[in-house]
Structure formats: structure tokens, C-alpha cells
């Protein structure tokens, strides 16, 4: 059996699958799997040749996607009914905000299968901002809080060479869609109106939602394009801050004598709202070893296994009785996210959200290299956006929302 | 002797001497071997882009392994570490904090020497950049180090550069091939849909486009007939003209008046289909949802075949037309005899496989001669105009007519027994029977009317003749007992053996 999966832990992600799979084979001798790591941009671009692979090509037995890949996989027909393999699954007692985007969207027939998921939050060391504010948690409710403290902080560490007040947590070292959206959404907007029918990609509100965030690396807050290396992280202390989906707990935690506390990522708009991300597993239609993917599956999904496996790589169970045991077991962890949690949003579960953020995730990584050459304006964010409002109109009017 | 260097050389040129498949499969190979000969922590492999300063990395190696991965680094304000690198082929990092070495991977043609002496190097390609850290124990590279390094990194460029090549090569082959293929479908499809359905299959199988679609145009090529496209599903869907959107439709338009081989609105490419001034269609093929970028040589082969698909596809509606035209009565716009052959005893071969019932009815307009002599050969003409009108509009979509000669014509019924036939006959002779001849020197108006004769399958014959001549039989009955009336064989069949034609009849007969 092969499994296509996602780099989840950075540089350590294969060890951590080698003990994933050291687990599951202790569980089940009998099945012969194997692990490939792709990158999520590898993956995107293979889920659209998977159903017509060339000689020699290999055909993966079980994928993991991201949530709202679900109904597209579904349409392609690349995702195999597990209510047909299995019509005892159930998703009871799967978080209900996972729920929806394991159907087909209309039907109860489950194409894929929640495995962990990730919130989005703000990261701060205490020691840092305790010295440019008395009190930073409430200062970092607001996203010109957030600016200010910046602005202190890099006024305060002018000396430190290589330091930025924000850590830049995309893996790509760039401007990061995911890493926007909750920008987005308190600005009081979304890709798309609520009855999927029109985009709002062009409105005033989704432009300044996502000036915002791009602000982070116009005011070089936030470092994006430099060698990963040479940046300093919050543990070295060249960084103070960090807008991530990873909880990052505990290896905060690890570090002896740093405080990190995590708050909501500050609003933009109204209110804060953060980014809820799910990672599932679905089954290839083509795969020749469904029901050993199905047990795969249904190993991940063991109450003991959600919780060893979020803990590897600093995320949260997909299901309840997981989730408490996870976030209970620390009260840090309780007091931090239930709050998190209650603003949490997603992306809908329909075929065109993946393509919408392509097009979205193309137009940061212009502006990330027209910021570094220091030829960015707003007004060319703004054209680009209007230009990406056209495509998905006409997305929308091909797949009908 | 080999001296070291020589030698390591050698085995590195040895490891990597192997057909690989992609540029994977090579660096899964090239970059392990550097690490463990210069002792690494990790090789990072980029992809180079010039024109932007970026590195963008795509794989690293670390312990035991590879990894796919991804960052974006930007040199563009780094001149210095971009003169290093560029000129001297390496660089060292400026700000880690740890020995690390950019490799730039240049593959060149050997260089060349002039006439006039000069060395000249024709071709040179930047094919990635290399990153060599030691962070563990923070040894630096020595001379030494480098200059081996800038060695191996020339045989992996090398290996790069050619296993492109292969690569290139390759897609080259499976797109000609692809093409072949989808050439030989036109030949194989007995119908043109079925074989475009097949190619638009072909096609987004072969070229991996998340859509293809052929907008094809009516007879005078002036607008959109249909649409047939493959999405992301396979499946094979058909649009009429009024389903297409008016800006699509607009397109549509723009690429047919335009003189450019082709147009791309927004993702979708859209090529017109032309034979010379004859308008087709128009291929359209995008990778709408999926956003990857479509390869310059699948749209040029793409291009190709296009103008070869719009010759068959011109080709094959020409046919169509000309059998058309041979298949159907030009005045009455019924099939003719030899079609209506064909296809009884295709209905004939069919009802005894599946032991279905099967009628025919055989008819004339009575006394069409004097029709013919009293109100000239217009209004015959026109007689038999709205004869075969009302024969079409009365009859079922399975059921055949057609014009057997002059008044004469048959109809044939598939999986209808002996009384369901006589339903249907009534019902032309009604129909029929309210026609009025339209009076234009005084004649007296005078209504439409014909004979029937039926027979019907298994109960009256078994074969193609033996059904012709029992409803012949049937229709002399009709005739002989004063004609507008229908009979179905075995209800007259006595009556029917005993029968000879009438002699006014035979002489009518030999005048049609």
C-alpha cells in the first residue's frame, strides 16, 4: 500500500511517518505500506493526473488532502465511496465543524476521512513584549495593535542583527494564503457570498483584509523570500511573535525560561477569527489495496492514535474523544484554544475552493517578489484582485458554486 | 594513475551513469553520494530563476533520505553573493551562521575555438543551484573541497541537463503517439459524434487538461450547433447552442473573425477550426481548476491536430450530406427504396432475434393518375408533398416510410403487430382523407384518399419478399373492393390468392 502524504512536520516529517508507520505495522504485520512525502503543492497538481497515469507512473493507495479538497476529488472521481467499502463508518464522533467536508456535498456517503486539524493563533513571547507593553494581550486584540507592537519591538531590538518582530511561519518562507484568511474573514468578508453564487475577492473588504496581512512584509515585520536558515526564530531570540496553525505548545514549552502565550490572531475587523484547517485521508478509486487503506484509516483515527500523532506534530485530534483527552491534559492548552476555538472558521467544502486558492496564492507570491525588489503598491494588489474576481466568476459559472 | 580527485570523479561519474526517468529520480541519486563524500548535514536542491533572483527549492537530502520541499528565497538583493555565483559558479552563504555553499549547476556545450583563435562557448543554461551545509560541527570547505565540489557539480549538470533532454524527448514520443492514436479513432467511428466524443477522451486523457471542449458550428459555419466537452469527471457532455453562455458565445465569435491561430481568454485556450473559408468549430481545452500552466509543445501538437480534425470533421459532414441526398427523395424528402431495403431487413434480422411483431403497409394515392391529367403534374407533385408530410407527422420516430416509386409508398413498423397497424393505417386515412386538391380552373374540390394493404410479421411471412407481396396482395383487395380503404392480409388472404390485379389497375400501373 502507498500513501501520498504532506510534509506536516517541516525537515522532520519522514521520521515522524517512519513512526507512524513502525506503529502501524506493529498493529498490522500483514500489510505491507510505505510512505511518499509531497509537497501540498506537488500533491494539488497530482490529484488532477491521478486518474490518468502515464507508464510507469505510481498510483498511491491513500491520500491525505486538505479538507476542502473533498467535493473536487469527488467530482473528478478519484476518491472512493468509504460508505460503499464500509457502511458501518460513521463520523459521530468527529468534530462537527470536520463533518461536512468528509460527503459528498448533497449526499451522507463519506469520501474522506478526518485524521488531525490545525487552528490558527498568535504566538508571543512574554519576555519580548512585556518590554514594549504592560499589557500586550489586550494590544494585540486589534491588528493596529498588533502593527504598534511591532513597531516597538523592532524600535526595541534595532540592535540585534537578523531580528524581525514577526516569525515568518509558512513553510514557503512567503506571504501565505492560509496565513491571510483569518485577516479576511474579521474584516467581515469571504471568497465568496453566502449562497457560493458571487465572489467577494474584488469587494473593499477582502482587499484591506488582505493589505493587512501583506503590511506584515511591506513594513519587514515579517521576513519572506530570505534563506530559512538565517532567520531567527523566537527560541534564538530574533523573533517575538509568530501567526501560526501549529499549537507549538509544547515545544515552547521545552524551552526552559520562555513564556510563550498564545491569544486569537488579532482582528483586522470586528472580531478575531481564525482559521480551522482539517487534514483527511481518502481512499484512490484506482487503488488495488482498498481495504488495507481502509484499516490505515481506521488506525489513525484510534482514539490513542489521534492523540500520539497530534502531539508528533503539534496539531489536534480530529475527533472527540481524542480532543479532550488532548486539550484537557494541559490546562494551558484548555484555556487557550477553547477561546481559539469558538472563533474558528473554514473553507467550504466545494469544488472550486481549491482552484480559488491557486489563483489567490499565485497573486501573494507576485506581491512577495514585488515587495523584496521594492516594487509592491496596493494599487497592483488591488488590480490583481480584481483580475482573480473575473477568473472565479467564471469558475463559478462553470461548476455552479 | 588516477590521482584522488581523478578518482572520485570517476566513481561519481560511475554512480550517476544510468538512465534515469526525471530530474527526481537523479538528484534522489546525485545528492546522497555528495553528501556522504563531503561529509554533509544536507544538499539542497533549487530550481533556478533567473529572471526573478529566486531560488526555489524542491528537494532536500538529509540522513538516509530525500524529501520533496519547498522555499522561496530571494538573491535579488544580494549583488555580491549573485556576482559569486554567477561568475565563480559558487558562493558562500552571508548570513548563516554555519558553512553552507551555493553551487551554481551550468550545463555548457564544449567551447569551441574560433579561427582567429578566440575560445567561444555557444550554449550555456543555468540548470539550479546547489546548497552544501555542515551545521553540526561547523567545518569549513577548504580549496580543495570546492574545487572537487564545482567537478561533481559540472557531472550533475551534465546528467541534468541530458536527462531534460531524455525527458523532453520522451513527451515528445507519448504526444506523437497520442496523436496517432487519436487519428486512428477518426478512422475506426462509424459516426462522427461517437468519434469526436472519443477524441475529446483521448485527448484530455493523453494531455492530462482538467477540460476539453469543441464547439461546433452549423452547415453555413455562421453559429454554435453544439458543444461536446470532457471535464474533470471524463464523462463525455453535449450542450445545445442556447445552453452556452453569451459570453462564451462572444468568444466564439471573435476567434472566427479573427485571423490568429488561436486566442486565450482568461486559462482557456481556444483554437478555430477551419478549412480554408469553411468554418468547423472551435477546440478549446483549459486547465481551469487545477491552475497548471499547459506545456508550449502539447499546445503546439494540439495546434496540429486541430487542423486536422477540422478537416475530417468537414470531410465527415460532407459525407453525411451527400448521403443524405442519395438516401432521401428530393421531392417528398422520404427515403428512397435501396434505404428502405436496408433497413427492413435490418428491423426483419432484429424481430427474429428478439421474436419481435413487425408491419408493413404498402399505399397509393387513389387515382393519382387523373389527379395528375386533370390538375396538371404541380399539383401531383404537391399531392404527394403533402402525403409524405402527413406520413411523417402521424408516424412513431422508429417507424420507416418511404417512396417506393411514383404514388407509391411503403411504411414499415417496427414491434407493432397486425392490429396496431390497422390503427395506424386508419389513422392516415383519415388524416390523409381531410386533404383537400386545391381547385384552380373550376374544377370540383375534391379530397385525398388511399388504398392500404398490410402485412405483418411472423403471422405473414417471414421474409423481406414474402411480406411485400402479401400486403401487395392486401392492397389489390383494397383496390378491387373500390379503394380509400386498408386490409390486413390474413384478415383477407382468401380473397386476396384468388384475386388477379384489375386491368385498369395494371394499366395504371404501367403508366405511373
Known amino acids: 500500500m502507498i500513501i501520498w502524504v504532506m510534509p506536516d512536520s517541516g525537515a522532520r516529517s519522514k521520521e515522524d511517518y517512519a513512526e507512524l508507520l513502525a506503529l502501524f505495522k506493529q498493529a498490522h504485520p500483514e500489510i505491507d505500506a510505505s510512505v511518499r512525502v509531497f509537497t501540498r503543492n506537488v500533491l494539488w497538481r497530482r490529484m488532477f493526473t491521478i486518474k490518468n497515469p502515464a507508464h510507469g507512473e505510481e498510483v498511491p493507495d491513500l491520500i491525505q488532502i486538505p479538507h ?53 493563533a498568535l504566538h508571543y513571547r512574554a519576555d519580548h513584549l512585556k518590554l514594549v507593553s504592560s499589557h500586550p494581550e489586550e494590544d494585540l486584540q486589534t491588528w493596529n495593535g498588533l502593527l504598534n507592537i511591532c513597531e516597538a519591538l523592532r524600535e526595541h531590538f534595532s540592535t540585534v542583527p537578523n531580528y524581525f518582530p514577526i516569525q515568518n511561519s509558512d513553510w514557503r518562507g512567503s506571504l501565505s494564503m492560509r496565513s491571510a484568511l483569518p485577516c479576511i474573514w474579521s474584516s467581515g468578508t469571504d471568497f465568496l457570498t453566502p449562497d457560493h453564487t458571487k465572489t467577494l475577492v474584488a469587494t473593499k473588504a477582502f482587499k484591506d483584509g488582505l493589505r493587512d496581512y501583506v503590511v506584515l512584509a511591506l513594513n519587514n515585520y515579517m521576513p519572506i523570500l530570505r534563506e530559512r536558515g538565517s532567520l531567527g526564530t523566537m527560541m534564538s531570540g530574533k523573533a517575538s511573535m509568530m501567526i501560526s496553525r501549529k499549537q507549538g505548545i509544547s515545544t515552547f514549552s521545552a524551552r526552559r525560561g520562555m513564556r510563550v502565550h498564545t491569544v486569537p490572531v488579532p482582528a483586522t475587523g470586528k472580531e478575531s477569527c481564525a482559521y480551522l484547517s482539517g487534514m483527511n485521508l481518502a481512499i484512490n478509486r484506482l487503488s488495488q489495496h482498498k481495504q488495507d487503506a481502509l484499516t490505515f484509516i481506521k488506525f489513525c483515527t484510534r482514539p490513542d492514535m489521534q492523540v500520539r500523532y497530534a502531539g508528533m506534530i503539534e496539531a489536534f485530534p480530529a475527533f472527540e474523544d481524542a ?10 492548552r484548555l484555556s487557550t484554544y477553547t477561546q481559539i476555538l469558538a472563533s474558528a472558521r473554514t473553507l467550504p467544502n466545494l469544488v472550486i475552493v481549491g482552484s480559488i486558492m491557486e489563483i489567490l496564492k499565485k497573486i501573494l507570491a507576485q506581491s512577495a517578489a514585488a515587495i523584496v525588489e521594492d516594487r509592491f503598491t496596493m494599487a497592483s494588489l488591488d488590480k490583481a484582485l480584481d483580475m482573480a474576481a473575473k477568473e472565479i466568476e467564471y469558475l463559478l459559472s462553470i461548476n455552479e458554486g | 594513475m588516477f590521482d584522488k580527485k581523478s578518482y572520485t570523479l570517476y566513481k561519481f561519474h560511475k554512480h550517476l ?4 526517468q526525471n530530474k527526481r529520480e537523479l538528484l534522489e541519486c546525485a545528492l546522497p553520494a555528495l553528501r556522504d563524500l563531503f561529509k554533509l548535514d544536507r544538499v539542497y536542491f533549487f530550481d533556478w530563476r533567473k529572471d526573478r533572483s529566486l531560488l526555489s527549492l524542491k528537494m532536500m537530502c538529509k540522513k538516509e533520505y530525500c524529501m520533496d520541499m519547498q522555499e522561496d528565497i530571494s538573491v535579488a538583493n544580494e549583488p555580491a553573493f549573485l556576482r559569486a555565483l554567477v561568475h565563480n559558479g559558487v558562493a558562500e552563504t552571508t548570513d548563516l551562521s554555519y558553512p553552507a555553499l551555493y553551487l551554481l549547476l551550468q550545463w555548457e556545450r564544449p567551447s569551441v575555438e574560433l579561427r582567429n583563435g578566440e575560445i567561444h562557448t555557444f550554449m550555456q543554461e543555468k540548470v539550479g543551484v546547489l546548497r552544501l551545509e555542515r551545521f553540526r560541527k561547523n567545518r569549513l570547505f577548504s580549496d580543495t573541497e570546492i574545487d572537487m565540489i564545482k567537478a561533481l557539480g559540472q557531472e550533475i549538470s551534465h546528467n541534468l541537463r541530458n536527462t531534460e533532454i531524455d525527458q523532453a524527448q520522451n513527451q515528445r514520443l507519448n504526444v506523437s503517439t497520442a496523436l496517432n492514436d487519436l487519428s486512428t479513432i477518426f478512422a475506426s467511428s462509424l459516426r462522427l459524434n461517437d468519434g469526436l466524443e472519443l477524441i475529446l477522451q483521448g485527448v484530455q486523457r493523453y494531455f492530462r487538461f482538467d477540460r476539453v471542449r469543441l464547439f461546433l458550428t452549423d452547415a453555413e459555419g455562421k453559429k454554435i450547433r453544439t458543444v461536446l466537452g470532457v471535464g474533470l469527471s471524463g464523462t463525455v457532455t453535449h450542450q445545445e447552442s442556447n445552453q452556452v453562455s453569451a459570453e462564451e458565445a462572444q468568444i466564439f465569435k471573435e476567434v472566427f473573425n479573427s485571423s490568429a491561430t488561436y486566442r486565450a481568454v482568461r486559462s482557456v485556450l481556444y483554437i478555430p477550426l477551419k478549412v480554408q473559408r469553411n468554418k468547423v ?19 503546439i501538437s494540439l495546434q496540429q491536430f486541430a487542423s486536422q480534425m477540422a ?42 432475434r428478439f421474436d419481435l411483431p413487425l408491419s408493413l403497409i404498402i399505399m397509393d394515392i387513389d387515382w393519382f393518375k387523373q389527379i395528375n391529367d386533370t390538375y396538371g403534374h404541380q399539383i401531383g407533385d404537391w399531392a404527394l408533398q403533402k402525403v409524405s408530410q402527413t406520413l411523417r407527422s402521424c408516424l412513431r420516430q422508429t417507424d420507416v416510410p418511404c417512396r417506393f416509386g411514383g404514388d407509391e409508398m411503403m411504411i414499415m413498423l417496427p414491434r407493432t403487430n397486425g392490429e396496431e397497424a390497422k390503427v395506424i393505417a386508419r389513422r392516415l386515412k383519415e388524416k390523409i382523407g381531410a386533404i383537400v386538391v386545391p381547385d384552380r380552373d373550376g374544377n370540383p374540390p375534391r379530397r385525398l384518399s388511399i388504398s392500404q394493404g398490410i402485412s405483418t410479421y411472423p403471422q405473414d411471412g417471414e421474409t423481406e419478399n414474402s411480406l411485400l407481396e402479401k400486403a401487395d396482395k392486401a392492397l389489390y383487395v383494397v383496390k378491387a373492393r373500390g379503394r380509400g380503404d386498408f386490409a390486413l392480409y390474413r384478415d383477407v388472404a382468401e380473397e386476396a390468392e384468388t384475386l388477379q390485379p384489375r386491368e385498369n389497375d395494371k394499366k395504371e400501373e404501367t403508366e405511373k
Not at chain 1, 480532543?323 to 494551558?332: L, N, P, R, Y
Not at chain 2, 477546440?283 to 502539447?298: A, E, K, M, P, V
Request: charged share 25%; proline share 4%; aromatic share 18%.
Open chain 1, 68 to 120: 476542502y479538497w473533498t467535493s473536487l476529488l469527488v467530482k473528478e472521481g478519484v476518491a472512493e465511496n468509504l460508505s460503499l467499502l464500509d457502511p458501518g463508518l460513521s463520523l459521530a464522533s468527529c468534530l462537527s465543524p470536520l463533518k461536512e467536508h468528509c460527503y459528498q456535498p448533497g449526499t451522507k456517503d463519506i469520501y474522506s476521512y478526518p485524521w488531525w486539524f490545525d487552528l490558527s
Open chain 1, 323 to 332: 480532543f479532550e483527552q488532548f486539550i484537557f491534559s494541559s490546562s494551558q
Open chain 2, 17 to 20: 551513469n544510468q538512465s534515469f
Open chain 2, 281 to 299: 468549430g472551435v477546440l478549446t481545452f483549459d486547465n481551469i481548476f487545477s491552475r497548471r500552466q499547459i506545456g508550449y509543445l502539447d499546445f
Open chain 2, 311 to 352: 478537416l475530417t470533421i468537414d470531410n465527415a459532414r460532407l459525407f453525411e450530406r451527400v448521403q443524405e441526398l442519395s438516401n432521401y427523395d428530393e421531392l417528398t424528402k422520404l427515403p428512397v427504396r435501396r434505404y428502405f431495403n436496408e433497413k427492413f431487413a435490418e428491423e426483419i434480422y432484429r424481430s427474429k
